[in-house]
């Protein structure tokens, strides 16, 4: 790539070249006007004043002259891009200009800047059009001189390489050193630029940058918040000057972009992200016509003054308020709570993001994901490239791999409060009673039905929150499976609570650890579980002491928390009366796990078991389902059983293995187990070292 490259250069320094030659001509020129160029450092006579007053009047007379288009060489250029594009690559310069969106002028100053690198004569050059031998730098005034040709033409290039321009805005040209104006700022290369047009590699994305820019994400995804009217009427207030300051609040920290989006496109102008600095922000803002963007989550709670000065529009996003008296006095301020996006608008985004999804996949995912733009831009890349890597030879389809891509950007979002559990039970793995089994599956569809319910045929104004759901029973019974199978047919993660980690002794502390909790299964779009939840949602108890208002008051928030949680929350508990009855009222659901009768052991038996366990001929399922067990404790037993025979050394789990496994797991229950409850398989009790 190489020497297309290089050719290249040496084309267009052809064109930079004639124009060197003209702006030396021209100061040649001016200086042999001049009666005594000797004395020019030191005074300005009477007839130089003259001459230069004649200069300023035909400059003003032809500032509006339209710039004719720059020189060319354009036969060779395309013979190069031919070779080039033949070779799979594009030439360097025309990579940068297509990347940053460079004009012929921009690129030729760019080129005036990158020449010394080639040749240090061109330094001199350089000092003679200026008229200074101690200015041999590329500079503001060399630029402007060379590259425009006529009197407009040197006006629109001094903006086009002044501080907003693309060249320095993106960090392709930096300026360089200290200058007392503008004119004479002089400029260099930024790092690895002139390396990447030699075509000696580089990293385009890593040459130029803009920390301001807030580009247009892809893919496009349509933005929920312009179908609110009142936004859009912001905007257009925003771009009258009506106002110029807006707060928008109520927005997750990851959707915060794209309503500030939202509020710039309602008001016809770019946007811009704050960074390091403020000031410098503002008038950049000012010099573009944009909108600048600041979050305020993380602000201190008084305004930089320069906010307060400049009269920029300004968008303020959070999840709480940021309103600053003095700013408010000093602004024209309005602002709009967000709602947020409803499920019409949620199926919109889906339908956008993925074209190709049909209509009842698109109600499913709009559902069960409250994603925000940022996440479903993340989750169509993601889904793309699996699709892409999937094909045989041929790219598969995007919408095939929408659930792996949910779940690689959603998920993993873990902390010690909580264990992420990715479930791989589904619900033919649950022995339950009917009633139960048809409980579960209706958990199951009145999460997905919910948000159509709710917001499509009104149900929000009468209900708040997503699903609750309470399992109560003896343990063992199988509540924590039942949550895993539901998070299982939901295609969700489950996060499990850990209540050690969660309640603290220290007032205040355990209402932060369960917003983190809330928080985090929201951002991860997971089911949340209390497990044995007793302890945190019991009755509430008379006030007798201190300790007594401050766990109330934990009470009292939860109940808050558990009301505006729109996702799915499911409890358990030994026994329902356990449960703070104010709990109750808001659960939906509320499943009862009795002990399994003789059908469910059976199953459980067999499930017990898996396919490869080398299980004899004598194990006898009918005796064994006889045997008043939970769940969990057959499934403990039939693991007891295997380590047994393992450490006989048998090749099959027998009949007296698995009485030594049931036996250890009711000593581990307290609880006698009598021989007469085995039948004719008593003996094999006392055979295990039990007392008959």
């Known amino acids: ?48 004043v003259g001459v230069l007053l004649d200069q300023v009047d035909a400059f003003a007379a032809s500032m509006s002259e339209p710039p004719p288009d720059p020189h060319a060489e354009v036969d060779q250029e395309q013979r190069l891009r031919r070779l080039a594009a ?26 005036l800047v990158a020449a010394p690198e080639l040749d240090p004569g061109y330094e001199r050059v350089y000092a003679y059009i200026v008229d200074n031998l101690n200015r041999r730098t590329p500079c503001v005034e060399l630029l402007v001189t060379v590259c425009g040709p006529t009197p407009s033409a040197r006006l629109a290039l001094r903006r ?10 993106f960090g392709l040209v930096r300026a360089y050193g200290e200058a007392p104006a503008e004119q004479a700022q002089e400029l260099t290369l930024a790092a690895g630029v002139f390396d990447f047009l030699m075509g000696w590699g580089g990293d385009i994305g890593l040459i130029g940058h803009d920390p301001g820019e807030v580009p247009r994400p892809e893919p496009e995804v349509v933005a929920p918040y312009l179908s609110d009217e009142r936004l859009p009427r912001l905007g257009r207030a925003l771009a009258s000057g009506d106002i110029d300051l807006v707060g928008l609040w109520g927005c997750r920290p990851d959707a915060q972009l794209d309503v500030a989006q939202a509020l710039a ?20 803002a000012a010099a573009l016509d944009a909108v600048l963007w600041l979050p305020t989550d993380d602000l201190p709670a008084q305004a930089d003054p320069a906010l307060l000065r400049s009269g920029v529009p300004v968008c303020l996003t959070g999840t709480t308020p940021w309103r600053p008296a003095a700013l408010l006095a000093a602004r024209a301020y309005a602002e709009l709570t967000i709602p947020a996006p409803g499920f019409p608008e949620r199926v919109a985004m889906w339908s956008a993001a993925f074209p190709a999804l049909a209509w009842p996949a698109l109600e499913d995912l709009a559902a069960r994901y409250r994603l925000s733009g940022g996440e479903l831009r993340a989750v169509a890349a993601v889904a793309d490239v699996g699709a892409r890597l999937s094909g045989n030879g041929r790219p598969a389809r995007p919408a095939d791999h929408v659930e792996p891509a949910i779940a690689t950007v959603t998920r993993g979002r873990t902390s010690s409060a909580v264990q992420s559990i990715v479930p791989d039970r589904d619900i033919g793995d649950l022995v339950l009673p009917d009633p139960q089994l048809h409980q579960i599956a209706e958990i199951v569809s009145a999460f997905r039905a919910w948000p159509k319910i709710a917001e499509s045929w009104g149900f929000a104004g009468r209900s708040t929150g997503g ?28 996060l499990k609570v850990n209540l050690a980690q969660l309640v603290s002794k220290w007032v205040g502390e355990t209402e932060k650890n369960l917003e983190i909790v809330f928080q985090q299964a929201e951002d991860s779009h997971a089911v949340l579980l209390f497990d044995e939840a007793d302890a945190l949602f019991g009755k509430r108890g008379e006030v007798k002491q201190g300790t007594d208002r401050y766990a109330n008051l934990e009470v009292g928030y939860l109940l808050q928390r558990l009301e505006a949680s729109d996702g799915l929350i499911i409890l358990t508990s030994n026994l329902k009366e356990n449960i703070d009855p104010a709990f109750t009222r808001r659960f939906q659901f509320v499943v009862h796990f009795p002990r399994p009768g003789v059908p469910e052991r059976r199953s459980l038996w067999r ?13 006898d399922l009918d005796a064994l389902c006889r045997l008043d067990m939970t769940g969990a404790g057959i499934t403990a037993a039939a693991r007891a059983a295997a380590l047994a025979a393992a450490d006989d050394e048998s090749g099959a789990i027998g009949m007296r293995h698995v009485v030594k496994g049931i036996s250890r797991q009711f000593q581990r229950e307290a609880r006698l187990f009598r021989p007469s409850e085995l039948g004719p398989y008593a003996e094999l009790l006392a055979d295990n070292g039990t007392p008959g």
């Open 265 to 284: 496109e309602a008001a016809g102008r770019p946007l811009r992200r704050t960074t390091t600095d403020l000031a410098a922000d503002l008038r950049m």
């Open 160 to 169: 086009a390489v002044g501080p907003a321009g693309r060249l320095r805005r």
């Open 1 to 48: 790539m190489t020497e297309p490259a290089v050719e290249h250069l040496r084309v267009r320094l052809a064109g930079v070249h004639r124009a060197l030659r003209l702006a030396v001509a021209r100061q040649a020129e001016a200086a042999a006007r001049l009666t005594r160029p000797d004395l020019t450092p030191f005074c300005v006579t009477d007839e130089q």
């Open 86 to 111: 033949a070779r799979g690559v594009t030439l360097p310069l025309d990579a940068l200009a297509a990347r940053f969106g460079l004009t012929r002028p921009e690129q030729d100053a760019l080129l």
């Open 467 to 494: 699903i609750k759901a309470l399992f109560t029973g003896e343990p063992g019974t199988g509540k924590t499976m039942s949550a895993e199978v539901i998070t299982g047919m939901l295609g969700l993660e489950l």
């Open 607 to 619: 499930q017990a078991f898996p396919a490869k366990a080398p299980l004899a001929e004598d194990v």
